[in-house]
């Protein structure tokens, strides 16, 4: 069955700090992905998405490329501010039986020091 | 245009008692999804429902079922609640020619 690999949490980073959060990923043909955000007492947020092999999406100064050849979709961002504090979930859809069911990693704590 | 809504927010029942939580999804979404979020298991696919049909389930016990309205509105119910059952549970809908699911803030249930 689809599964999603994300790296463990906690992460602290500094004000404006390099960001990286890896994502990894097992499906059966060619699921899209995604990152989704969620801020304390709240849902989740859609942050960005890739539907297809070398896809890159962004938002807010994230990033993040679907890497069929690693089966991959790192979440990256140049500088992070205290304000992206939250847990990020990687997550796939597969488009199991036409449905449209996502599996979610375990997620990754953000924390954003000054 | 108005996001998925879920009520109540938070709720707290005691084991045995049964529950009902509601989700309105995004005007002219037909696909509503349920998910529950707890710290041991982390995000769980329950159900998804389309045009009042359940058309994917996930791994859980018969316990706990679903529907959907003709205005694409979607319930989920809890019978026999238990310890474990304490989670926040989100809602998620989408349209149907594309597969971005947006969520609500959910319901937090606490089983006493």
């Known amino acids: 069955g689809n599964s999603v690999t994300q790296m463990e949490g906690p992460v602290t980073l500094s004000e404006e700090a390099f960001l990286t959060i890896n994502c990894t990923y097992t499906?059966?043909?060619?699921?899209?992905l995604f990152w989704y955000v969620q801020y304390p007492g709240e849902g989740l947020q859609l942050l960005l998405k890739a539907t297809k092999a070398d896809d890159k999406g962004s938002n807010k100064g994230f990033e993040a490329t679907y890497r069929k050849e690693t089966t991959s979709f790192h979440l990256e961002k140049g500088s992070v501010q205290v304000s992206d504090s939250a847990v990020y979930f990687c997550?796939?859809?597969?488009?199991?039986?036409?449905?449209?069911?996502?599996?979610f990693g375990t997620g990754t704590q953000l924390k954003v020091e000054l | 245009k108005a996001g998925v809504t879920q009520t109540p927010r938070y709720l707290i029942k005691t084991r045995g008692q049964q529950v009902t939580l509601s989700c309105s999804p995004i005007?002219?979404?037909?696909?509503v999804s349920w998910y529950q979020q707890t710290p041991g298991q982390g995000l769980q696919f329950l159900f998804e429902?389309?045009?009042?049909?359940?058309?994917n389930k996930g791994n859980f016990p018969g316990r706990f079922s679903g529907r959907q309205f003709s205005n694409s509105r979607s319930e989920m119910n809890v019978s026999t609640l238990e310890l474990g059952d304490s989670a926040l549970y989100l809602c998620a809908s989408s349209l149907a020619a594309e597969n971005i699911q947006y969520f609500g803030a959910g319901t937090r249930l606490s089983v006493l």
């Open positions: 429902y389309f045009s009042e049909t359940q058309r």
């Open positions: 997550a796939l859809s597969g488009r199991t039986g036409g449905g449209n069911k996502l599996t």
């Open positions: 499906a059966t043909g060619y699921p899209s």
């Open positions: 005007s002219g979404h037909r696909s």
